[in-house]
């Protein structure tokens, strides 16, 4: 049975003051929703600002989230569509040239089902080049997904996902080779 009376996150490691976290929370609450859909830039600034490893060339729309955006890592040319959430407890690391589509959550945090206290339990996400994660997915904590993968919209992935694959559904599974077109 659970008791929430005994959960403790102490040992959780945030990555930063407090104080700079409500800093974070309040530039992210004001500055990234009234900011321009052209703005993409400043966004990119502002994550670097606060410890973003963010690549040349990304596109980050207003409304996406980030959690703790000094352990996410987005490579060159990618996009991040409206409504993405980076729920960063642990590291997120987005490849190059990969479209993250609107409503996707990507979720690095999860709790022990077995633990009576619901002890948190972290793990990053890798996210190889060239894939494409489709509209309202949700990635779960420990997910690599291969590069050139496509995941169908609304999936949910909770397993590895290998490269160059059509993956899909609840849970996701891959169901065919992503056919890349010859130049």
């Not at 040992?11 to 990234?32: C, N, Y």
């Not at 996707?104 to 890798?126: E, K, M, V, W």
């Not at 997904?145 to 694959?165: D, H, L, T, W, Y």
Request: charged share 15%.
């Amino acid at each position: 049975m659970v008791d929430l009376r005994q959960y403790d996150q102490s040992w959780f490691d945030r990555g930063r003051s407090g104080g700079f976290i409500l800093f974070w929370w309040f530039v992210q609450a004001i500055a990234f929703p009234l900011s321009p859909h052209f703005a993409h830039g400043f966004r990119r600034q502002l994550l670097r600002l606060f410890g973003a490893r963010i690549g040349t060339g990304v596109l980050i729309r207003p409304t996406a989230r980030f959690t703790y955006p000094w352990k996410v890592e987005i490579g060159d040319y990618s996009w991040i569509g409206d409504d993405v959430v980076f729920y960063s407890l642990d590291r997120i690391c987005v490849g190059q040239h990969c479209a993250i589509s609107q409503n996707t959550y990507l979720c690095t945090g999860n709790h022990d089902r077995q633990d009576p206290a619901f002890g948190l339990q972290t793990s990053p996400i890798f996210i190889g080049n060239g894939a494409w994660i489709a509209a309202d997915c949700f990635i779960g904590p420990g997910v690599k997904i291969g590069a050139n993968a496509f995941i169908a919209a609304r999936s949910s992935v909770f397993s590895n996902m290998p490269a160059g694959q059509v993956c899909m559904g609840t849970p996701c599974r891959p169901r065919s080779p992503r056919i890349q077109p010859s130049k």
